[in-house]
T-cell receptor, first 112, second 109 residues
Framework: SQTIHQWPATLVQPVGSPLSLECTVEGTSNPNLYWYRQAAGRGLQLLFYSVGIGQISSEVPQNLSASRPQDRQFILSSKKLLLSDSGFYLC???????????FGSGTQLSVL | EDQVTQSPEALRLQEGESSSLNCSYTVSGLRGLFWYRQDPGKGPEFLFTLYSAGEEKEKERLKATLTKKESFLHITAPKPEDSATYLCAGPGSARQLTFGSGTQLTVLP
């Protein structure tokens, strides 16, 4: 069966510090991979998605970037965090031609 | 513009008190409607996919239905463990799901 791992679960970072969140998927090949952000009490906002190694599409211009160095690994990064980057970050995967998303457990990021 | 709207924003029920959550959408070329359950501090858990008007799917005390313009998530005789935020989503353009803001359900014992 497929599983998705996302870490860390919580993170407190000062403004201006770098960020690296990692997500890996097991039990499937060639998945589509996604990064979402969820603000408190609001819906999910798509940040990035990837259909293959090195292929990243950005939905929202911002202080963040994403990379996919391996087929089942997706990384969310920032060189300098802003207060507005605080939120709940979710990694998700889907099969290549499917729409159903399967989410990781999320990372609660607090930028202070 | 693709839009998914959920109502109510919050719902409090007594244990055993059945009710329905609504999801209306204006997603062009709808290719499915998805329901998720999200517990506090966790990622959304996939519940159902509905592809065509008239389709229904059930899981325990939950039943999802779909019309041409909206979907309902019916909760029959809910229990406190059904308390969660329920999200619906529709596939929009550019290979992404458009999510509603969710309905926060609280079931009181």
């Amino acid at each position: 069966s497929q599983t998705i791992h996302q870490w860390p679960a919580t993170l407190v970072q000062p403004v201006g510090s770098p960020l690296s969140l990692e997500c890996t998927v097991e039990g499937t090949s060639n998945p589509n991979l996604y990064w979402y952000r969820q603000a408190a009490g609001r819906g999910l906002q798509l940040l990035f998605y990837s259909v293959g190694i090195g292929q990243i599409s950005s939905e929202v211009p911002q202080n963040l970037s994403a990379s996919r160095p391996q087929d089942r690994q997706f990384i969310l990064s920032s060189k300098k965090l802003l207060l507005s980057d605080s939120g709940f970050y979710l990694c998700a995967w889907s099969v290549r031609l499917g729409w159903e998303l399967f989410f990781g457990s999320g990372t609660q990021l607090s930028v202070l | 513009e693709d839009q998914v709207t959920q109502s109510p924003e919050a719902l409090r029920l007594q244990e055993g008190e059945s009710s329905s959550l609504n999801c209306s959408y204006t997603v062009s070329g709808l290719r499915g409607l998805f329901w998720y359950r999200q517990d506090p501090g966790k990622g959304p858990e996939f519940l159902f996919t509905l592809y065509s008007a008239g389709e229904e799917k059930e899981k325990e005390r939950l039943k999802a239905t779909l019309t041409k313009k909206e979907s309902f998530l019916h909760i029959t005789a809910p229990k406190p463990e059904d308390s969660a935020t329920y999200l619906c989503a529709g596939p929009g353009s550019a290979r992404q799901l458009t999510f509603g803001s969710g309905t926060q359900l609280t079931v009181l014992p």
